[in-house]
């Protein structure tokens, strides 16, 4: 047998798929470490993007999101490390601006693990903010969080005298997102936050575990239901006019007489 070396252009099927060697995940997590310190918050589609700018090769998506995402955990950390964190951001927040009230929730599963559950935050110069510059006035309400994690984020906004909105406290939510559990802790966290308000008034969806926590944890408070919710659920019953030429304008009347008006 005798073995000789091909001088000529290999025309094979596999090196004409790609422009070059194919990129391994490691290749792509020590190319994107520098593009990542320059903008933290690239995906993997912008980052497939410049890959194939930068070096004229084409990168299957899920190999650049596995290498960008090893890229963040040498940058910055594993995410799942970061709740191992949570209890020292606590600490540092309450040493750092008192009267600040940070709460962590935990559970233990069924092998006797200790996991995250939910978080509540609010700083004290918000707390002091809404006490001493706002109307007696919060806006409750939750978003959903997408990617890795998922949860709700729930959060408490105030209204300043400028009518801007005034960030009061938020949180998150693990597992049950908006059940009425985690939303009795929330809002008593919240009044932990706030204390007990002679006048109050209390605005929300009308998601109903958000609904009976407001009742249960501050019964002398005035609920009242988002007036956007409220008309979105009627037009799935009415049509016309009436929504734009007298329900709202009815609902931003500020003196008695406009509002009897258009009402």
Aim: aromatic share 14%.
């Amino acid at each position: 047998m005798q073995i000789q070396i091909n001088q000529g252009e290999h025309q094979c099927a596999s090196t004409q798929r790609v422009l070059s060697k194919m990129a391994s995940i490691s290749w792509v997590a020590e190319r994107a470490i520098p593009l990542l310190k320059m903008k933290p918050s690239m995906d993997a589609s912008e980052m497939q993007k410049q890959l194939r700018y930068k070096y004229n090769i084409d990168i299957p998506y899920q190999t650049v999101y596995n290498g960008l995402k090893r890229a963040s955990e040498i940058i910055i950390c594993k995410w799942s490390d970061s709740f191992d964190w949570l209890y020292r951001f606590k600490a540092e927040i309450e040493l750092r601006s008192h009267d600040s009230v940070v709460e962590i929730d935990t559970i233990t599963d069924e092998d006797g693990n200790v996991r995250f559950s939910k978080i509540f935050g609010a700083f004290k110069a918000s707390i002091y903010g809404f006490l001493n510059g706002c109307r007696p006035f919060l806006s409750v309400d939750s978003t959903h969080l997408n990617g890795m994690w998922g949860g709700h984020m729930p959060i408490a906004l105030a209204l300043d005298g400028h009518n801007w909105m005034f960030p009061v406290a938020f949180g998150f939510f693990d597992g049950d997102g908006e059940s009425k559990e985690n939303w009795i802790w929330f809002m008593q966290q919240l009044r932990k936050a706030i204390r007990p308000m002679q006048h109050l008034a209390i605005y929300t969806d009308a998601c109903k575990g958000l609904e009976s926590s407001v009742k249960l944890v501050f019964p002398p408070a005035e609920w009242r239901e988002c007036f956007r919710h409220l008309m979105d659920n009627l037009k799935s019953f009415y049509t016309g006019d009436v929504y734009k030429k007298n329900m709202w304008p009815t609902a931003r009347a500020y003196s008695p007489h406009k509002f009897k008006y258009f009402f």
